[in-house]
């Protein structure tokens, strides 16, 4: 089997590895890619969506796996594209990709499917956003597109909320584009990955991330600092819940629409005093929740993927641990405001019971690896317990340094009472 993964990141550099191995050893492409991900997977010519979707016709690919987002919302849609090729494709198409691409679309998906969310109004300028927060604060302001992870405020009062509404309508920091002004929830957050094929669905391991750049949740949100995954984060009840008044209605809710699925759909939920809550869509599996879950997952994923972009749901090929798995992410000097490339990255020949995946790094020409990006590694461990797993994922990381590395000490442990 010749299967392509889209993407260059972390969360690539795992699931090329978890297909990679997977029963009968596919032979695994990877596009844009990166340096380690090339270890592993083949580099493909092409240098756009249209000339990719030519080079996998043109190599007999079976199977494109999307893993980042904005190869599908991108031109004609990588998926919309790889269907009109025949090419199965683990992703969705653009119209159905817009539950990420736009809150305003998600937002509305929500409230016709009644499906529990917070409430938000849309607003098309800096006026009409202060009318909606009407004076009610802590208030959380979402861009209406994608905007790598920054495209969300949550603004404690009034002088938050003016700096992030001059970034958007006057500045124009991310483009065009309104602003939701949403209802603020409090409660722990959790994300649920499902694999979605048309009607029917397979719940993965749940995980939480941490978004906040400093120790006890500070500073400014980054792309994701670390991950814990573990079926224990969430109970039978609350799965249950949470299968039958979330996950249910949306997968109902796409077919009602038209809303062709197949790929991953990550529900990032809020559990609420009054109950789990969805606060966004994503299309894609999560990062770095997908460096936690993957060590999790066993069996044939690369057999499980390409059954489901051909419609069907095969279960009985995957099976998922019991145990506890931690992600730690190293990164560079000055994220997330900026990037420090070029640090010599020590300790990465060094192994042991862990897994260390590349987000940002490249060759350094003399056979080692250097700083590449704002995330740079993410450590991974896991253990019969959270803290088997925690002290493990820790120690692993202890081993890996480079000038200027950032990471947080508290990824497993906090959040958990
Ligand atoms: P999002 O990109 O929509 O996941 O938002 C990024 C982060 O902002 C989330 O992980 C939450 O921590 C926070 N957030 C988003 N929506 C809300 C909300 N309605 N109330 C409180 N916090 C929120
Ligand atoms: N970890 C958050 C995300 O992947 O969007």
Sequence with gaps: MRILVVGKGGREHALVRALAESPGSPEVFCFPGSDAIFEIAKPVDADGLESLV????????DLCVAGEESYLVKGAGLANLCAKEGIPCWGPPKESAQLEASKEFAKEFLIRNGIPTARATATATLDEAVAAIGGEYPTVLKFDGLAA???????????????????????RRFGAGRVLVEQYLTGPEVSIFAAIIDDRYLIFTPARDYKRIGDGDVGPNTGGMGAVASRGLVDADLLDVIEHEIVVPTVCGLG?????????????????????KVIE?????????????????HGDLAGFCLAGAMGE?????LSFDDGWSVCVILASAGYPESSRSGDGIDGLEKSGDFRVYHAGTRRDGQG?????????LAVVAGGATRMEA??????????????????RRDIGILNFD
Aim: net charge negative; charged share 25%; glycine share 10%.
């Design 54 to 61: 030519a080079w996998m016709k043109a190599n007999a690919v």
């Design 149 to 171: 992870g920054k495209g969300v405020a949550v603004c404690a009062d009034e002088a938050e909320a003016m700096v992030f509404l001059d970034e958007v309508f006057t500045q």
């Design 256 to 276: 009602r629409e038209g809303l062709p699925y197949r790929g991953f759909l990550y529900f990032g939920l809020m559990l609420t005093p009054e109950g789990p």
């Design 281 to 297: 869509y994503n299309c894609r599996f999560g990062d770095p929740e997908c460096q936690a879950v993957m060590p999790l997952v």
């Design 313 to 317: 749901l095969r279960e009985y090929l």
């Design 368 to 376: 080692g690896w250097e700083t590449h990006g704002g995330r740079v």
């Design 390 to 407: 925690v002290e493990k994922a820790h120690a692993a990381a202890d081993l890996i340094q480079f000038d200027g590395a950032q990471r």
